[in-house]
């Protein structure tokens, strides 16, 4: 194995694993709590990456030029924006299905990916959309006696850096505030905690808001990574994220990230080394596969049927 | 009043900071051009829409019909009552259907054939996800092994339109029965996400594996014949073609008219199948594992052999229908067969009412016809499609036609 190429993949492979991670903290706090999978996830991401255009482009012509300015009031205005999104899509598409089937609310969130990706489409254009490189540069690491080397942007530290900051405040506000602990005794028994005064309506609502505003950081970050996107992006990466949820065991935060890390590094070494064609359907081939065998994913609590 | 204006104005002001940036700044290379009327006018829409329905739920009339709407949620079945007086619109409806070739044009008549296509994808979904109760998200997975296995079974192994049809079907069958057979242990959502991971799973080999299947650039599709009979001007494989043999002036429109014929046969030949299938024991053990599977397998219904039933049922007629898409394309390539057309196949049960046959064909027609009628609107189609599939669930989770219970007078009794 060629040294340069695994240690360059290894890079990849944890930023592309720290966007799945943020993106499947989303969709595990949802099943967690209320035990759908929040299908419309991947568009609220993909939301996140037409607001960092749009706000990118409003700063520009308002004319403020300081980097690190706008990346903050970027990283601000479309976090913000995005957990809007996510807290309106559970108001109309997910709180009237409370008490409905177990497959309404996933048909429901069904109906709200069409309508967003279509929302967007029809707002903002077919085509494919793009922002400004805003940061650039990059490490590189030579290999003694050796012009070949490894390459870390400025950004894909930044997707890292963000992605461990993110998980810190997120676990710290779950673990350790009143609100996080709301959020515990709903997800365990909501009906329980109901009754002993929380607010579980609010709680769900404030999961979907954490959990789009995750999102929508990772949507700011991969946008400034990669520049382009377009209206389909949100189905392939929220599945994918999705995936890391479940590997991870979902409704388990830690394991969200884990399982985003253990994807995002398969996904990046399988490209590297064995086909780029077909990394779409490995990363399709886990899903199944931890589904089918092991369900509960690696640091989940299986599930038990009660009758 | 004071209140309802209150909340009517959150809800706009609400309205307005989603739509602003995404629709009223749009985007123009790395600048943007500003639109500031339209989330305007849409946070407008949403102010009278929120405030006229408030304010009508607050009357008395609201309440009532509020109660009547959401109070009984869960008693959507209905027994039905005999079918004679169904026979005379069964035979209305079925005579207005082949005689439709008669005064429509071919472009119409192309249309109505991908109306029927859809019936059949939304038939054998129906099977799946409305009888049986396992959501499937990868439905289209079928219907690609359907289209793909009329053209790559007339390149490999040489077969024709006629021996495409139970070519197809089985094949799709066998793939329904293979793919389902891991999955069945699984509830709900999970197996929903499992069956969308193997849908994207074919499609993505489709398109991967150009040595066999083509790749992106798809596959020829031989067209149908008539009993060997060509319907081209001149026949390309020897022979008479097909207006020669009967004497008549040649019309490229035949072609349409015959493969139009051939599936409304097919199309009510499964419907009548579908039909007769929901009253018997193994239509019945569907359904009843749908409402509870814990009993009925205390019960002894094995869940397995039902369930793969369902699965392989509905992918078989999912088969049929790729086999129609195919002939009727003359072409086919894996960007047919994404997740997004899974989900308008999903679009069309649920609108239908799940579990309805009647509902599911009556919103398969609508549902290809009205976009076709409404062209200038068409962009808006999947917008509507998945507003209609919210509003369906909130508003009703069983569909617009209440699905009826098949039901056996007992003789003798009144």
Request: with cysteine; net charge positive; aromatic share 12%.
């Amino acid at each position: 194995m060629d040294l340069i190429i695994f240690v360059q993949q290894l890079i990849n492979g944890l930023v592309l694993g720290s966007i799945y991670g943020l993106i499947a903290v989303g969709y595990t706090m949802v099943y967690g709590i209320i035990g759908m999978i929040n299908f419309a996830h991947g568009e609220i991401y993909m939301i996140s990456a037409y607001l960092t255009a749009v706000f990118l482009a409003l700063l520009a012509t308002l004319g403020i030029q300081s980097v690190p300015l706008v990346l903050l009031l970027v990283l601000l205005l479309t976090t913000l924006f995005t957990a809007l999104y996510g807290w309106s899509i559970e108001r109309v598409a997910y709180r009237p299905l409370r008490s409905s089937t177990r497959l309404a609310p996933l048909i429901s969130a069904i109906g709200m990916t069409l309508v967003l990706q279509n929302y967007v489409r029809l707002g903002q254009g077919a085509k494919s959309q793009g922002v400004p490189p805003l940061i650039e540069g990059h490490f590189r690491l030579f290999l003694t006696g050796s012009d070949q080397f490894v390459q870390i942007t400025y950004i894909q530290c930044l997707i890292i850096v963000a992605a461990l900051l993110g998980m810190s405040l997120l676990t710290y506000l779950m673990q350790k505030t009143t609100l996080g602990r709301s959020c515990r005794a709903t997800q365990q028994d909501r009906i329980m905690a109901g009754l002993l005064g929380v607010n579980t309506d609010r709680i769900i609502s404030t999961v979907f808001v954490l959990g789009s505003a995750m999102a929508a950081i990772a949507g700011v970050l991969v946008s400034l990574n990669y520049g382009s996107f377009d209206f389909h992006i949100g189905f392939v990466t929220g599945i994918k994220a999705f995936t890391a949820a479940v590997l991870g065991g979902i409704g388990s935060l830690p394991g969200a990230m884990l399982g985003g890390l253990i994807l995002g590094l398969s996904e990046s070494f399988f490209s590297g080394f064995v086909n780029t064609d077909y990394k779409d359907v490995f990363a399709f081939s886990i899903l199944v596969l931890v589904l089918i065998f092991k369900p509960s994913g690696l640091l989940g609590v299986p599930e038990v049927e009660k009758v | 009043m004071k209140s309802a204006l209150k909340e009517s104005g959150m809800t706009a002001l609400i309205a307005f900071l989603l739509f602003g940036p995404l629709s009223g700044l749009v985007l123009s290379g790395y600048g943007i051009e500003v639109h500031g009327f339209r989330p305007l006018l849409m946070a407008g829409l949403v102010f009278v829409g929120h405030l006229c329905f408030t304010l009508f739920a607050r009357s008395s009339l609201g309440r009532e019909w509020s109660a009547s709407v959401f109070g009984r949620r869960d008693g959507g079945v209905t027994v039905a009552r005999g079918e004679r007086g169904h026979r005379l619109l069964i035979a209305g409806v079925m005579l207005l259907a082949f005689s439709l070739p008669l005064f429509l044009s071919k472009y119409w008549i192309s249309v109505a054939i991908l109306a029927l296509i859809y019936v059949l994808l939304a038939l054998g979904l129906n099977i799946v996800v409305g009888l049986a109760g396992m959501l499937d998200l990868g439905f289209v997975a079928f219907y690609a092994v359907g289209a793909y296995g009329y053209a790559l079974g007339f390149e490999y192994l040489g077969l024709g339109f006629w021996a495409a049809i139970p070519f197809g079907a089985l094949l799709a069958a066998l793939f329904g029965a293979v793919l389902g057979f891991p999955v069945l242990r699984m509830h709900g959502d999970y197996l929903a996400i499992v069956t969308l991971g193997f849908g994207e799973i074919i499609r993505l080999v489709l398109n991967n594996w150009g040595s066999f299947t083509g790749g992106p650039n798809g596959v020829r599709v031989p067209a149908a014949t008539f009993f060997g009979l060509e319907f081209s001007r001149r026949a390309k494989q020897g022979g008479e073609p097909f207006h020669q043999f009967f004497n008549i002036t040649y019309s490229s429109a035949h072609k349409t008219i015959f493969l139009y014929g051939v599936l409304l046969v097919v199309v009510l030949l499964i419907t009548f199948f579908v039909v007769r299938l929901r009253r018997m024991p193994l239509g019945r053990a569907w359904e009843a594992l749908r409402e509870d599977e814990i009993a009925c397998r205390s019960l002894g219904i094995n869940h397995v052999t039902t369930k793969l039933s369902a699965f392989s049922m509905g992918a078989m007629v999912g088969g049929v229908g790729g086999v129609f898409f195919a002939a009727s394309q003359g072409f086919v390539n894996p960007s047919s067969f994404t997740f997004f057309e899974s989900a308008l196949i999903l679009a069309v049960v649920v609108l239908g009412g799940m579990g309805s046959t009647v509902g599911v064909i009556v919103a398969a027609i609508v549902l290809t016809v009205l976009p076709e009628i409404l062209r200038d609107l068409a962009s808006y189609r999947v917008l509507a499609f998945g507003l209609a599939m919210v509003l369906m669930m909130i508003w009703r989770p069983r569909g617009l036609i209440r699905p009826q219970r098949p039901f056996f007078p007992i003789k003798g009794s009144s």
